[in-house]
């Protein structure tokens, strides 16, 4: 950490930047190799590989200085790839054996070569202890007992002078929670370690490499060589050297060995065993094998001691707000005034109040109205409906000291629909805290700007204020079921509301229209009476003035009449009278049109329609041009005759086509009677285009327009 020297004020916050997974350097304890991957052919390396290997070790072969065929190996174990280890075959070297495993490292194969342990352990043995272990941390009754077992296992395993279980906080201090150590230490159980401690990459490399050793904290680091591969990646590398900052921190504790192992629980890191030595003391791969599979079984049943509390935390929630919830409605005041004591069990607080409108209502211990008002204010500042928690209000509001005694934390949940805010209140747990040595005097600056460590660890003591008992994620979410409960009642008071509101308008509207209807019917039975009227007398009219131009004209008259009468019909029979079926109404048309122009025409006219909704104004439009387009048909394309005349309604995505065709004489001319320009008007308004095509032989009529009015 060089660049640490040119700090004004080093602190250890600047360890959180040291690249401690590149030191460019290994214990010397072992020897390290560093083979291209493809090649296998030895690039880099660390340690005393001269005595080892001799003079040409660099460039060799991997699989030639280890004896095995490392190729064949690395295909056989799948679990090679990129952050993988295998366990390579001992060789033998200098009088020596060695344990080798290989790491991937990007484009390289790192091999290590450690010193085996003189008394292995055997496989049978090992077996039968960790299955016993594992049978007392299951029978352990909750977690202390739990960590306490495990560290007397740790330390049988590993032969260290102090093992301690170290447990990770919220602001990620640690706090010694389980200890085994030699009667003439002192003990650190229960003391607290602060964040500092332990940087924020190191908890991160420890995630990777769960287990890491330092046989001897007075070691010498065999540098890599050549030394541009100093920053090649280490962290999967149990030889690794560490931060000389770290090394004196253990020097600082009286440490002469150290190991440490991961309790890694869902893939984040829960807390270490930590196991210190006072004088040097290796661990093994034997060893550091059997302790990682002891955390991996550690870490299971830890997580197996906190889904079980809290599974039976949420139980007993549930249970309370199953007896609350029903009582739980609208208004609030009402609600908590009833229930109040239930909901101060329910979390564990030492009093309850509602903020509202007309004012505050307090239960419990809780402190006044001015205190209280100042944290409604404070939290409709924050602008957010969604719970509140702290166990530390005055580190968000700071005049909260003020009242810190009967309100250190706080549980808040605002209900909008009623502009209230539902508060829990717990008083001030004094509580005073055992560290390691003083947690404020983490750095000393000396004369040279070099950063060291804290150098003492003697207890020190600190008394903290201002804080309550924590709440529990389980307590949280229990208090947002509730605010969904009290929206729901809230909601359910609104529908109902607005039910009632809803029947009264329509027993009204009912009533109306039942007058409406009796109305109707007697406008229906006049318009008919005149329409058939009129229909009648232009029917007279026809037959009077015989075959001709005039008879022509009264017949369309009367189709055109027809048209509006079954539109009339049509809108007061359905119920729907702002949209129609258009085929339906064209078929109708049709039938009226059938019935005015004989028996002659009637047999010879056919529709073939596509049934689509339609505004009413648009189908009464369409069935005023379907009927000219008939009457048409009639008197061009069969001079003096009858023949066929073929009616089709089609659909295109959001536009109709209407097709009137005949088998006649075709296009015999331009038309410019009453009747074209009717169509040409009606066309315009529903800004549609009529065409006429070659029927071969005969004549069709296109229609085409959009279903609905298109907007301008």
């Known amino acids: 950490m060089a660049s640490l020297n040119e700090r004004a004020a080093p602190d250890l916050t600047a360890c959180d930047r040291e690249p401690i997974h590149i030191p460019g350097a290994i214990q010397p304890r072992g020897l390290l190799l560093v083979a291209d991957h493809a090649s296998l052919a030895v690039e880099a390396g660390a340690g005393s590989l001269e005595s080892a290997f001799g003079p040409g070790w660099l460039g060799a072969s991997l699989s030639e200085l280890l004896a095995q065929d490392v190729s064949a190996l690395l295909q056989s174990v799948p679990s090679a790839g990129p952050g993988g280890s295998v366990r390579g075959a001992s060789v033998e070297m200098a009088g020596q054996t060695f344990d080798v495993t290989l790491h991937r490292t990007g484009d390289h194969l790192v091999v290590e070569l450690e010193p085996a342990s003189e008394h292995p352990l055997l496989a049978g043995e090992m077996l039968g202890w960790m299955d016993a272990i594992a049978a007392g941390f299951e029978r352990a009754p909750n977690l202390r007992t739990l960590c306490a077992r495990a560290a007397i296992a740790f330390r049988t395993l590993t032969g260290f002078d102090r093992v301690m279980v170290y447990r990770f906080l919220d602001d990620d201090a640690g706090r010694v929670v389980g200890e085994a150590r030699d009667e003439s230490l002192d003990s650190f159980m229960h003391h607290h370690f602060p964040a500092a401690d332990i940087p924020r990459q190191a908890r991160a490399l420890y995630v990777q490499n769960r287990v890491r050793v330092i046989p001897d904290v007075g070691y010498e680091p065999a540098p890599l060589r050549p030394a541009r591969y100093e920053s090649l990646d280490l962290s999967d590398v149990s030889l690794r050297s560490v931060s000389p900052i770290h090394l004196q921190y253990l020097r600082n504790m009286d440490v002469g060995a150290s190991a440490s192992i991961s309790i890694v629980k869902d893939g984040i890191l829960w807390g270490l065993i930590a196991c210190h030595h006072r004088t040097a003391r290796a661990m093994p791969l034997d060893v550091r094998l059997a302790a990682l599979a002891l955390a991996g079984g550690l870490a299971r049943q830890i997580r197996a001691r906190e889904e079980a509390d809290s599974y039976r935390e949420r139980l007993s929630l549930r249970a309370a707000e199953d007896s609350l919830v029903p009582a739980f409605k609208p208004p609030l005041t009402s609600a908590v005034a009833s229930r109040h004591d239930d909901l101060q069990r329910m979390m564990d607080s030492d009093g309850v109040a509602v903020i509202h409108p007309g004012g505050i209502d307090r239960y419990g211990h809780c402190p006044d109205d001015a205190a209280i008002a100042s944290i409604g204010n404070w939290l409709a500042e924050r602008n957010t409906t969604d719970a509140f928690v702290t166990h530390h209000l005055a580190g968000h509001l700071r005049e909260a000291a003020e009242f810190a005694e009967k309100a250190s934390g706080v549980m808040a949940l ?16 004094v509580e005073e805290i055992e560290w390691a040595g003083n947690p404020h005097k983490g750095v000393q600056h000396n004369p040279d700007a070099i950063l060291t460590p804290r150098t003492s660890f003697e207890t020190w003591r600190e008394t903290v204020r201002c804080r309550s008992r924590r709440w529990t994620l389980e307590q949280t ?236």
Do not use: C
């Not at 209900?415 to 829990?424: A, M």
């Not at 065709?661 to 066309?683: C, K, L, N, P, Y």
């Open 414 to 429: 605002p209900v909008p629909e009623e502009q209230s805010i539902l508060l829990w209140f717990r008083a001030e747990q």
């Open 477 to 712: 979410e229990s208090a947002h079921r509730l605010r969904r409960a009290l929206r729901a009642a809230n909601e359910a008071r609104e529908r109902q509301r607005l039910f009632r509101e809803l029947e009264r308008a329509v027993t009204e509207k009912d009533l109306a229209l039942a007058q409406k209807d009796v109305l109707m019917k007697e406008v229906d039975h006049r318009v008919q009476n005149s329409l058939q009227l009129v229909s009648a007398f232009l029917s007279l009219q026809a037959r009077e003035a015989g075959p001709g131009p005039v008879a022509d004209q009264l017949i369309e008259a009367r189709s055109r009449l027809s048209s509006v009468a079954l539109v009339h019909r049509r809108l007061y029979r359905d119920d729907q009278i702002e949209t129609i079926d258009l085929a339906r109404y064209l078929e109708e048309l049709v039938g009226d049109l059938k019935g005015s122009l004989g028996e002659e025409w009637s047999s010879q006219m056919t529709a073939d329609l596509t049934p689509m909704l339609i505004p009413t104004d648009r189908a009464v439009s369409v069935g005023l041009i379907a009927s000219e387009l008939v009457i048409n048909a009639t008197k061009y394309a069969y001079p003096g005759g009858t023949g066929p005349i073929d009616i089709a309604l089609e659909q295109h995505r959001n536009r109709f086509r209407l097709i009137v065709a005949d088998h006649g004489v075709g296009i015999t001319g331009e038309r410019s009677g009453f009747g074209s320009r009717m169509m040409q008007a009606v066309m315009a308004r529903l800004n549609g285009t009529l065409d006429h095509a070659e029927n071969s032989p005969g004549l069709r009529a296109i229609l085409t327009a959009p279903i609905e009015d298109e907007p301008r």
